[in-house]
Structure formats: structure tokens, C-alpha cells
Nanobody, 114 residues
Framework: QVQLVESGGGLVQAGGSLILSCVGS????????MAWYRQAPGKQRESVAS???????NYADSVKGRFTVSRDDAKNTLYLLMNSLKPEDTAVYYC????????WGQGTQVTVSS
């Protein structure tokens, strides 16, 4: 089973930027469409960005134009560049396959202050 470790979260002011990373423990990370998810307090987990093995990306409307997902399969790593952050982006961010087949990691907390 692949273990996923997310990092890069923190406290940032509105309008700021963060880069999140997700490292997978095994090389089969690279054969899947990967996605970033987030879960805000009291809300369900939602997908915000995904990237196929060919590099095609898709974004939730709420983050389109502000977030950029990328991957480095040689390093089993998924990235999320988050620009123009808003308070409503505050959540715990997770990575997983688009189908959520791996065990969920601990996530990384992103807090955006107004």
C-alpha cells in the first residue's frame, strides 16, 4: 500500500501563496491520476485539482486560475502551488489518487487569515 505524506501548509495572509507537496512511498504512485483534496471544518472533503499521468489538469471552479497542480514522477511527488489565497481556502489539504484508493495521509493544514 502506498503511504502519502503531505507538507507545506501553514498560516498565510489573504493574497499570499503556498506550495504544498505530497510524497508517495512507492513507485506505483506514477501510474495514477493524482488529486489534491481539502476538508474545511464541518464540511465534506472535496477535490480541488487533479493531474493525469500525461499531465492534463483539472480544477474546481473555486480555485481555477489561482492553483496549479504538477507532478514529478521520478520523485513520486505531487505539488500544489496556491496563489491569491482566500480565507475560504482554509482547510486541511490531502493528496490521493482521483479515486481515493490509497490510505489517506495526515494532510497539511492551510490557514488563510483575512
Amino acid at each position: 500500500q502506498v503511504q502519502l505524506v503531505e507538507s507545506g501548509g501553514g498560516l498565510v495572509q489573504a493574497g499570499g501563496s503556498l506550495i504544498l507537496s505530497c510524497v508517495g512511498s512507492r513507485s506505483n504512485f506514477r501510474i495514477n491520476t493524482m488529486a489534491w483534496y481539502r476538508q474545511a471544518p464541518g464540511k465534506q472533503r472535496e477535490s480541488v485539482a487533479s493531474i493525469t499521468t500525461y499531465g492534463m489538469t483539472n480544477y474546481a471552479d473555486s480555485v481555477k486560475g489561482r492553483f496549479t497542480v504538477s507532478r514529478d514522477d521520478a520523485k513520486n511527488t505531487l505539488y500544489l502551488l496556491m496563489n491569491s489565497l482566500k480565507p475560504e481556502d482554509t482547510a486541511v489539504y490531502y493528496c490521493n489518487t482521483i479515486a481515493g484508493i490509497y490510505d489517506w495521509g495526515q494532510g497539511t493544514q492551510v490557514t488563510v487569515s483575512s
